[in-house]
């Protein structure tokens, strides 16, 4: 028989998902509205040349990057992707249906690894290059992929072993809640 979690544990994760989620949104949101600054003065530049905005299009590549990558993994954290649930649907609160739910969650793994891998390589690669007119380092936009892939698979961990528990227990795996 084991003994029962430690109370201060599940609030501990909850506080820290809350965290990471309001770390997620708020970036992912901060970044936007620097996107959105920067290429609306860019267009207002254009037709009235008052002064140049040359340094502004490697703010925006950054802000894209971040905003893109941040928002992907808060999107990722909720479930709020775009999916093709149908045949889980169909298939809720029964073996095969959790088994199905364990084998994506797996296949997502080995997806989210490789971007996270590829995404950290081209990172190291870019390492010593600098922007042209800011000179800001180029890993900087870069960084944004394996930093979103490590809290993507993080939280499919999570949902891995839930479901592998879930499963254990005999209970529906689609409870609305985060991880």
């Not at 960084?143 to 499919?156: E, F, K």
Request: one cysteine or more.
């Amino acid at each position: 028989m084991t003994p029962p979690p430690s109370p201060a544990s599940p609030g501990r994760w909850a506080r820290a998902d809350r965290g990471l989620a309001a770390l997620l949104r708020w970036g992912s949101l901060i970044s936007f509205v620097a996107l959105l600054l920067l290429v609306t003065g860019e267009i207002l530049v254009r037709f009235v040349p008052v002064f140049s905005l040359g340094w502004a299009d490697e703010i925006v590549e950054v802000s894209f990057a971040w905003m893109v990558f941040l928002g992907t993994a808060a999107l990722w954290r909720g479930r709020e992707h775009i999916t093709i649930d149908f045949i889980l649907q169909g298939l809720a609160d029964s073996r095969l249906g959790r088994a199905l739910e364990l084998l994506l969650g797996l296949l997502a793994l080995v997806f989210l690894s490789i971007f996270t891998w590829e995404g950290w390589l081209l990172t190291v690669q870019a390492v010593g290059n600098r922007t042209p007119i800011l000179e800001l380092p180029k890993p900087l936009g870069y960084v944004a992929l394996p930093v979103s892939g490590i809290v993507m698979i993080g939280y499919t961990l999570h949902r891995c072993a839930r479901a592998i528990r879930l499963g254990r227990q005999g209970a529906g795996l689609r409870s609305g809640q985060p991880g």
